[in-house]
């Protein structure tokens, strides 16, 4: 802080505490203080304050009228989640510990280095990715004994099934970063099964016998501590990687979703990517939206199961409807894990003034939604009258057609 700003914080002080701090800053900075209140409600917050968060949320400090009731929370972002460094990378994780709602799937964010192992691994639940950066190479084999290896890059998912051991490495030039998905929100990535740990807890001499060779052989094995994500050499081509003679499982573990022909209207895309074109993926299904300014995803719910959320790019706000009179409303950004519990009605609209682009998750074989709008465009118009005393014109312009991503 330079001397003029030193001195106006500290007249500020002098002349009224916090709240004068606070305005002290916000005119250095040119920003107004956001205040929790609107026209005959609410008032000024004096402080204590995190401005930056406020202004992050601006509909939690001055939620839209129409909220009522005391619905969850719905948004925990990984930017407040902590990070495991290790040598190869890093990883983070929101799980129902950071996000208690969220009980059907967890999520970890994770970044390989050029190089960067997750070690072998396999855990109890499922597992789903989608690519955020980069490139990178991943290994497994299903319980026949089938073989699969594959390089990754941007909008490229996988899905290993529960049980099934795999691998993950950054490829050159810069690694990898990516989002994980599991099939149980109270999935740990600490307690997974790991390749180093077992060998670490089982005899020598088990293990000599095993592998048929002698105990000396294990003489070398690194800690568990070592490992996990770690540095190595970045492989070669795919090639050198493809084992001779191994037969490759039936259902690739892996899909490329932005090659998918998107559902396109006048605001945004929709990639949905399920067991219809990603027969391997049993148990989650996605859609990838994209949605322009001015634009938003159109009230809908789902009849099948919860939804999370995950926010790549842009600035959201999504209003969720409990029924029984509930309703909040959350902001998101990049990084940011949303969730709509099972067959709520929700919109999500575009806040910014870049591309909103989001992923929706859901611990289903197939992706479902129910359009509000196409509910009442499909509904005797003289019912829906009834029920909302609406005008002939406004009932006519219900669309009879799904549109996920709608005008603002």
Same mark, same amino acid.
């Given at each position: 802080m330079d001397d003029i700003s030193r001195r106006a914080v500290l007249a500020a002080t002098a002349a009224g505490g916090a709240?004068?701090?606070? +305005?002290?800053?916000?005119?250095?900075?040119?920003?107004?203080? *956001?205040?929790?209140?609107? *026209?005959?409600?609410?008032?000024? @917050?004096?402080? *204590?304050?995190?401005? %930056? /968060?406020?202004?992050?949320?601006?509909?939690?400090?001055?939620?839209?009228?129409? @909220?009522?009731?005391?619905?969850?929370?719905?948004? #925990? +972002? #990984?930017s407040d989640a902590h990070i495991r460094q290790e040598s190869g990378g890093w990883t983070r994780q929101v799980t129902v510990r950071e996000l208690g709602v969220a009980k059907n799937i967890a999520g970890v964010n994770m970044r390989l280095n050029a190089g960067g192992v997750r070690e072998l691994h396999w855990h109890k639940a499922a597992e789903w990715a989608y690519m955020l950066y980069g490139t990178a190479r991943i290994t497994a084999i299903d319980a026949q004994g089938n073989n699969f290896v594959d390089d990754v890059g941007v909008g490229d998912l996988w899905y290993f099934p529960s049980g099934v051991p795999h691998s993950i490495q950054g490829l050159n030039p810069d690694g990898c970063e990516f989002l994980l998905v599991f099939d149980d929100g109270d999935f740990d990535e600490d307690n997974t099964f790991l390749l180093s740990d077992w060998f670490k807890h089982t005899p020598k001499e088990v293990l000599a016998m095993n592998f048929g060779v002698p105990t000396a052989a294990f003489g070398h094995v690194p800690d568990p501590s070592e490992l996990y994500i770690f540095a190595s050499d970045a492989p070669g081509p795919l090639a050198s990687d493809k084992?001779?003679?191994?037969?490759?499982? *039936?259902? %690739? #573990?892996?899909?490329?979703?932005?090659?998918?022909?998107?559902?396109?209207?006048?605001?945004?895309?929709?990639?949905?990517?399920? %067991?219809s074109v990603f027969p391997a993926s049993k148990t989650i299904s996605a859609a990838l939206v994209e949605v322009e300014p001015g634009g938003m /995803?159109?009230?809908?719910?789902?009849?099948?199961?919860?939804?999370?959320?995950?926010?790549?790019?842009?600035?959201?706000?999504?209003?969720? &409807?409990?029924? +029984?009179?509930?309703?909040?409303? &959350?902001? #998101?950004?990049?990084s940011d894990v949303g969730y709509v519990p099972f067959a709520m009605g929700h919109y999500v609209e575009n806040t910014g003034t870049t591309?909103? /682009? &989001?992923?929706?998750? &859901?611990?289903?074989?197939?992706?479902?939604?129910?359009?509000?709008?196409?509910?009442?465009?499909?509904?005797?118009?003289?019912?829906?009258?009834?029920?909302l005393k609406l005008d002939p014109q406004t009932l006519a312009a219900f669309r009879k057609e799904k549109v996920p991503v709608v005008p603002g």
């Open positions: 709240l004068a701090v606070a +305005s002290a800053a916000s005119a250095q900075s040119g920003e107004p203080i *956001p205040q929790p209140q609107r *026209p005959g409600h609410g008032g000024t @917050d004096p402080g *204590p304050r995190n401005l %930056t /968060r406020d202004r992050q949320n601006p509909d939690l400090l001055v939620p839209p009228s129409t @909220d009522h009731g005391t619905l969850p929370n719905l948004r #925990f +972002s #990984f084992m001779a003679g191994a037969k490759p499982v *039936p259902q %690739t #573990f892996s899909h490329r979703m932005l090659a998918q022909e998107p559902i396109k209207t006048k605001s945004g895309t929709v990639r949905i990517t399920d %067991t /995803r159109e009230m809908h719910w789902h009849p099948n199961t919860d939804e999370w959320q995950y926010y790549i790019d842009g600035q959201a706000r999504m209003g969720v &409807f409990a029924a +029984s009179g509930q309703a909040r409303t &959350f902001d #998101f950004m990049a591309s909103l /682009r &989001f992923l929706e998750v &859901f611990k289903s074989s197939y992706y479902a939604d129910v359009s509000l709008d196409q509910w009442l465009a499909l509904t005797p118009p003289e019912l829906v009258q009834a029920h």
